[in-house]
């Protein structure tokens, strides 16, 4: 199997594990809660690893348009975690330190549209500089979002932990290219199982852990011990899939990438 064809699936995949959760948030608008806000979020992250997967089976050099996708993407993450902090604060109003916080990706980002669209240079180097720049400002957020708004609501603290997850492995993606002057194909590929899982974890917590703010912090035994134990049957069923997905690669050769092939 060629190295497009992988690719392609599993950014594909990681795509619609990303529209399963916009409608997982798009649900809990109707449920009311707080989390349906991050819902834009989600669509902005389907359209970015949609465009990759596209992009994968077209020929020619689409990297402005990849680094355009991704510079909103991270943005938009930034953009509607600030509009839940907020809200979660009741308070239009924050503390001038996070507000310049949450400007800075919009500056990070409008400079490197700029770049990309305007100067005759390489846009690769302007890619991973800057989504590097943005995956490290969006990090910081996250553990904005985990400091205010996370006490005693379990899903904000799940968000906060697969956010966090994949916004470090960008960093890991963006500074091994960086230092290597070019994107590991494998890490390129893995960045999407990475998706995979932590949206999926996030539209589990969003289906199994809703709990509003002003309940107590005790906790009742149901809502783990159902969240945990589909959990762990989701993840075999995905262990199962792989491993029948291994066992179709090596037939027909080629390699699932780095994250995968320790598992075969």
């Known amino acids: 199997m060629e190295y497009q064809s992988v690719t392609f699936t599993a950014y594909m995949g990681a795509t619609i594990v990303a529209l399963l959760l916009t409608i997982v948030y798009a649900f809990q608008r109707f449920a009311r809660q ?13 359209v970015c690893l949609g465009i990759i997967a596209f992009t994968t089976t077209q020929s020619g050099n689409h990297q402005s348009l990849i680094s355009l996708v991704e510079f909103l993407h991270f943005n938009a993450w930034i953009f509607f975690i600030g509009l839940y ?24 980002g409008l400079v490197g549209i700029f770049l990309t669209l305007n100067i005759d240079i390489n846009t690769l180097s302007i890619y991973i500089i800057f ?8 990090l910081v957020v996250v553990e904005q979002l985990y ?17 966090a997850a994949l916004f470090l492995f960008d960093i890991y993606l963006f500074t091994h290219a960086l230092i290597f002057k070019g994107i590991d194909p494998l890490l390129w590929q893995s960045r999407a199982a990475v998706s995979i899982v932590s949206c999926l974890f996030m539209s589990l ?9 002003e ?12 969240f ?14 792989l ?9 027909y050769g080629g390699s699932w990438g780095t994250v995968f092939t320790h598992w075969y």
Request: aromatic share 8%; proline share 3%; with cysteine.
């Open 228 to 241: 945990y134990s589909t959990s762990l049957f989701v993840v075999g069923c995905i262990v199962i899939l």
């Open 85 to 108: 902090i907020r809200s979660d604060l009741e308070r239009p109003d924050l503390p001038k330190s996070l507000n310049i916080l949450f400007s800075i990706g919009w500056v990070i």
């Open 215 to 226: 309940r107590t912090a005790r906790l009742t035994l149901s809502r783990p011990i159902v």
């Open 34 to 46: 707080k989390t349906w806000i991050l819902a834009g979020a989600s669509v902005s992250h389907s």
């Open 131 to 138: 989504s590097l720049a943005l995956a490290v400002n969006s």
């Open 243 to 251: 491993s029948l997905g291994g066992y179709y690669v090596k037939l």
């Open 205 to 213: 917590g969003g289906l199994l852990l809703h709990q509003q703010k």
């Open 147 to 163: 400091r205010y708004a996370a006490d005693n609501i379990r899903q904000i603290k799940l968000i906060c932990m697969c956010l």
